[in-house]
């Protein structure tokens, strides 16, 4: 085979992987909002954090297809999903909800790599687990992993992020919560990337609010969103 033709078959098959694996975007920035579950607002924060930048969102898996338009409307914005959502306990039920969102996500078309965070303050006992549901969490979290995988979306189009624990907790501070296999590391390591909460409750603090959404519908007990990524 001459030259010229070699390169051409090595661009179509470059191209053919390009289309069709989903892709990490390049983060030019790391300015990031969280929505919570006021999808219209999609559009204004994905024009705030600009190409490279992040959103936050809080569906659950019967949002899809809203997921879906997202994407296609916004390609240029790393999407990190909240998979926990207020008044659900992420393991009950035989970890139907893990289920449900391996499901969810596989039907999703997206050229991007989708970012997953399973459980939102597992640490908190009115989310589900409490300041000794460190096993449970990590299996479940573990559980999680194992549908992505067979539903052939882990690490492929999904990365799949750690349970936000509240890491000003006591439970977090001491310790006492990683009471799983392999302790703090073995938590934070059975995923592919770490997400933590940095609320601004200090002087001088870690962050600053760039926008700051009232608590949605599905969060009206709690008096503040969870951060954003």
Not at 10 to 29: C, E
Not at 155 to 176: A, E, H, Q, R
Not at 190 to 199: F, V
Request: one cysteine or more; charged letters at 15%; aromatic letters at 10%.
């Amino acid at each position: 085979m001459k030259t010229l033709p070699k390169i051409l078959v090595f661009l179509f098959f470059l191209s053919f992987l390009l289309i069709f694996n989903p892709r990490p975007i390049l983060a030019q920035n790391k300015v990031g909002i969280n929505i919570g579950d006021h999808f219209g607002d999609f559009d204004a924060a994905a024009g705030v954090v600009g190409a490279g930048g992040w959103v936050v969102i809080m569906p659950c898996p019967g949002d899809a297809d809203k997921i879906a338009k997202m994407i296609e409307n916004h390609p240029e914005i790393n999407l990190v999903i909240r998979g926990h959502y207020p008044g659900t306990v992420p393991d009950a039920d035989n970890n139907s909800l893990a289920k449900q969102w391996a499901a969810a996500l596989a039907s999703i078309p997206s050229p991007n790599k989708i970012y997953f965070m399973p459980w939102n303050e597992p640490n908190h006992e009115n989310e589900g687990g409490g300041s000794t549901a460190g096993k449970r969490t990590y299996d479940y979290v573990n559980f999680v992993k194992q549908e992505f995988d067979k539903a052939g979306i882990l690490n492929t189009k999904v990365i799949l992020l750690s349970p936000m624990v509240d890491k000003l907790n006591d439970s977090f501070i001491n310790g006492s919560f990683f009471n799983n296999p392999g302790g703090k590391s073995g938590f934070y390591n059975l995923a592919s990337g770490s997400s933590i909460n940095e609320y601004d409750q200090f002087v001088n603090g870690p962050c600053s609010c760039l926008l700051y959404t009232s608590p949605s519908p599905r969060d009206r007990t709690r008096t503040r969103m969870p951060s954003s990524a």
